[in-house]
């Protein structure tokens, strides 16, 4: 593929991930806004309900408090007058009753009856003859009771009459009719003598007088329906409300919970992804890529540029992240040295050569290099556990090659002394890089390396006027004065692989003009077609 192709190809798959992501983050945000603002909702609505519920039952208890102080008053008068003993409708007995009228808030009137004729009353004074009492609408407590109709008197007065043996007393209705509002909320308060209900106001709900002792919440026709009874009296009281009424007057609220809700979803899912960037930082996830071993390997082959014959193979390790993005070992491994932890990546490395080519490698006849760090060369313990992984392997020391990087040559005198101790122990060293570092060749004698790798940038320069290209003769001679092997990275075309084939007896090189970095799989397959496989 050609590179202006693989660029655009590299851009529309980074876009094409890109967008994926975004869309995947823009339906979550949706989600949890309108699950924000559902839940918000909801919630609302049953909050504003119970609400409602209390405020109906509040309502009802304060109409049968009303009810119960106005039965009271009546009682107590009705009491005070048979214990008067005075003469019914006498002047004293009739003095008497006016003055519990007047000095009482609910009692309208008051009079004497005897046998279903009444005698007198406060408002009408002493009849004669005497008045017929309209049928009775029901006895509680041993109480004669009218409603609706005022019984006593031909006028057309609505009221609420009790009587007890012969004495009666008229109470004024408007004073429980004051609660109820209106048609969509009203309060209505009844006596019941268990077989049916008595309006002292307000209209009679649609429910049954079981439901209304009972004292449960019922939606009946659109309407909800608060009944309530006190059981020491006959009284009882009902509020309702019409279902839309209520609805109506819970809307702007209920929309304003709903904005809320949703912002709190957008504010949750954008702590959410705070957490999950963080959670997913490269180093968090480096760290957990190194505890589940989420490396995997390719081998770049080395070819001797003379015979173009498979020498051997570069390892290099390679990482998918956890959002499916391969990062380039340049910017984990650089990461994983900043924090301490490319000793554990070398590890797996060594563990995975030894897993894919540990059978070809026993036999002696493949060579494969590892890349290794500083970190490595100064740790105390990685000589003895590479040594132990090799020699339980059964590979031969000498197949292995280490490369470490010019960079990590900068402390001289420690990374010397560890350099000749990997090498007693039997295994090659390659200065990886050679050249982009500093004052390399003024003491790359003192180093006991066996290869220098010329890194990718000088082959750049082949056929080039480019300073550095200069630099690449004498690298060249100085390695052969130093009897090194030379290894040149990154050669990509026959141009380049020519010049170095024949500037130098015996040398090698790695480059795409030869291989990519292969799978284990295809590099095995590689070796088994390959002619011969140069040895070192
Ligand atoms: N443009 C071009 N590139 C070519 C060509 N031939 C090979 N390459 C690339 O050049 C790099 C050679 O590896 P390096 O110099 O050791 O440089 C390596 C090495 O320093 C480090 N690295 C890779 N694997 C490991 C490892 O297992 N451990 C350690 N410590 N470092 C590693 O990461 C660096 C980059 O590795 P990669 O990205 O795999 O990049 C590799 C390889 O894919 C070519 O013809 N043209």
Redesign the pocket.
């Known amino acids: 593929m050609a590179l202006p192709e693989f660029f655009t190809a590299m851009r529309s798959n980074f876009l094409k991930m890109t967008n994926r992501r975004l869309m995947t983050r823009f339906l979550l945000l949706l989600v949890m806004t309108i699950l924000g603002a559902q839940a918000a909702y909801t919630i609302k609505c049953v909050l504003q309900y119970r609400a409602e519920r209390k405020d109906l039952l509040d309502a009802a208890d304060r109409q049968i408090t009303r009810g119960f102080h106005l039965g009271t008053e009546a009682l107590q008068a009705v009491d005070a007058l048979k214990a008067s003993h005075l003469p019914p409708c006498s002047v004293r007995d009739l003095a008497l009753m006016r003055n519990l009228v007047f000095n009482s808030a609910h009692i309208r009137d008051a009079g004497r009856v005897e046998d279903g004729m009444i005698l007198c009353s406060v408002g009408a004074g002493k009849l004669d003859p005497p008045v017929a009492v309209a049928p009775v609408d029901a006895v509680v407590n041993n109480f004669q009771l009218w409603v609706s109709t005022w019984p006593f008197t031909s006028t057309n007065h609505k009221g609420f009459v009790l009587q007890s043996q012969d004495v009666w007393v008229a109470l004024n209705q408007e004073l429980l009719e004051d609660v109820s509002d209106s048609a969509d909320r009203y309060t209505a308060s009844y006596l019941h003598d268990r077989r049916r209900m008595l309006p002292s106001s307000g209209p009679l709900p649609p429910l049954s007088i079981d439901e209304i002792v009972a004292s449960q919440f019922l939606i009946r026709n659109g309407f909800m329906y608060q009944p309530l009874c006190v059981t020491r009296s006959a009284i009882c009281a009902t509020a309702a409300e019409r279902i839309a009424t209520f609805s109506a007057r819970s809307q702007p609220e209920l929309r304003l919970w709903t904005v809320i809700g949703g912002l709190i979803g957008v504010s949750a899912t954008c702590g959410l992804y705070l957490l999950d960037s963080r959670r997913r930082t490269l180093e968090a996830q480096l760290r957990r890529a190194i505890q589940r071993d989420s490396?995997t390997?390719?081998y770049?082959p080395i070819v001797d540029l003379e015979t173009e014959a498979v020498t051997g193979a570069?390892?290099?390790?390679?990482w998918v992240n956890e959002a499916g993005d391969a990062v380039?070992?340049?910017t984990f491994?650089a990461l994983?040295?900043n924090k301490g932890i490319?000793g554990q990546?070398?590890r797996l490395?060594i563990r995975g050569v030894i897993r894919e080519m540990g059978a070809q490698l026993a036999t002696g006849a493949l060579h494969i290099t590892?890349?290794?760090?500083s970190q490595?060369l100064l740790d105390p313990t990685f000589l003895p556990e590479l040594n132990r992984l090799i020699d339980n392997a059964q590979i031969p020391r000498f197949t292995i090659g280490l490369?470490l990087?010019e960079r990590s040559t900068a402390d001289h005198a420690l990374v010397a002394e560890a350099i000749a101790r990997l090498k007693e122990a039997g295994y090659d060293l390659y200065i990886?890089?050679f050249g982009t570092g500093y004052s390399s060749l003024a003491y790359l004698h003192t180093l006991s390396v066996d290869v220098i790798?010329i890194?990718?940038s000088f082959?750049q320069t082949v056929g080039t006027e480019a300073v550095t290209a200069s630099v690449v003769p004498q690298i060249l001679s100085m390695a052969r004065q130093l009897g090194l092997l030379v290894v040149v990275?990154?050669?990509?075309t026959r141009e380049q692989a020519i010049y170095f084939r024949d500037s130098t007896a015996g040398i090698w090189g790695?480059?795409?003009?030869y291989s990519?970095?292969l799978i284990a799989a295809d590099f095995h397959k590689l070796l088994q077609t390959a002619k011969s496989l140069a040895k070192l």
């Open positions: 490396f390997l390719v770049q570069e390892t290099l390790v390679r380039p070992p340049d491994i994983a040295e490319v990546i070398t490395v590892i890349n290794i760090t490595d490369e990087t990886d890089d790798k890194d990718r082959t990275e990154g050669i990509e790695q480059g795409w003009l990519k970095p």
